[in-house]
């Protein structure tokens, strides 16, 4: 019997009772009318899973659907197949050996390539990158890595100065300590490849200034804005006026909050700046004692000194 409906505009209802909400029996695949149960409407898509799941993750990924999304990186777009270990008897040939490995299913070049995707993100995730910076560093792995530009260099070493790049290259720098504090290499060997990628890529970097770091610094040591805004201009007005000659943003910046938050009634001591920016205390205190003698220029003129510029530390 064909099923009896009334299209309503855009919207299939019940000829008898037009108002009625209808059920949606996807098992069916039929629509059926609340009020007397007169099927409308038939062939109903089932957007469902295929399947029960019982996970109780809630990573946001739905475990009944099959396979990820396809990955350029790797060739053949990431669609090999992953086979998990064996445990049942015929997993095994009669020397004891796995029967299915995924050595087979998946180039050396890959592997190298998946290792460095796995490491790149799991840094990236400890430092709260987004997911921007995580695609740019593995797209200048992958170009390295293509290339044979690095050979005989760790993969960790070149993931992780593809990720400092990816930072510098998208506006948001990050320290090399800050790459070092989540990475398994030395500061030196990601400064190495660091200038090979640079150099092999023919690609360059924005050079950083105080600005770069400031808000983040501030922020870590909870300063209130008016201390980050007189900070931001005594780095700037340092800097303009060239009485920091051969010092790093990063410690212009930590010394130009050290003076700020001295002068108001959030201080922070040196030691506490140079945890957060990393760099040491000595550091700071060599660029704020150029920056000491001219202290009246570098504030700004709205700043509310809650410690006037004639008693602020001095080196």
Request: charged share 25%.
């Amino acid at each position: 019997m064909a099923s009896m409906s009334r299209i309503d505009g855009d919207r299939v209802c019940c000829y008898a009772h037009p108002d009625a909400p209808l059920i949606e029996d996807y098992r069916a695949g039929d629509q059926i009318c609340s009020e007397c149960g007169l099927v409308v409407g038939d062939r109903v898509i089932d957007v469902g899973s295929e399947w029960r799941t019982f996970s109780n993750e809630k990573s946001g990924v739905d475990p009944s659907r099959v396979g990820g999304p396809e990955n350029p990186l790797f060739s053949g777009n990431d669609l090999s197949t992953m086979i998990g270990p064996g445990t049942g008897a015929a997993s095994f040939d009669a020397f004891g050996s796995a029967k299915y490995q995924n050595r087979r299913t998946m180039n050396s070049s890959d592997r190298a390539l998946n290792n460095a995707v796995r490491e790149i993100t799991a840094m990236a995730d400890r430092i709260n990158l987004p997911k921007t910076i995580v695609d740019r560093a593995n797209n200048l792995f992958k170009q390295v890595h293509d290339g044979k530009n690095l050979k005989g260099r760790s993969n960790d070493a070149i993931a992780s100065a593809c990720l400092y790049i990816a930072c510098r290259q998208e506006g948001v720098p990050r320290t090399f300590k800050e790459i070092v504090a989540v990475s398994k290499i030395s500061k030196k060997e990601i400064g190495r490849c660091f200038k090979l990628i640079l150099k092999a890529l023919k690609t360059s970097v924005d050079l950083i200034s105080t600005g770069d770091f400031m808000s983040r610094f501030c922020a870590n040591l909870g300063l209130p804005n008016m201390v980050q805004r007189a900070a931001t201009h005594i780095a700037r007005k340092a800097v303009e006026i060239d009485i920091v000659p051969g010092r790093s943003p990063i410690s212009v910046t930590a010394a130009a909050i050290y003076m700020a938050s001295q002068a108001s009634e959030e201080k922070r001591s040196q030691k506490d700046i140079g945890d957060v920016a990393g760099v040491a205390d000595v550091t700071i205190r060599q660029a704020y004692k150029l920056m000491y003698p001219h202290a009246a220029k570098l504030f700004p003129e709205d700043f509310k000194f809650a410690t006037p510029i004639d008693q602020l530390p001095q080196m």
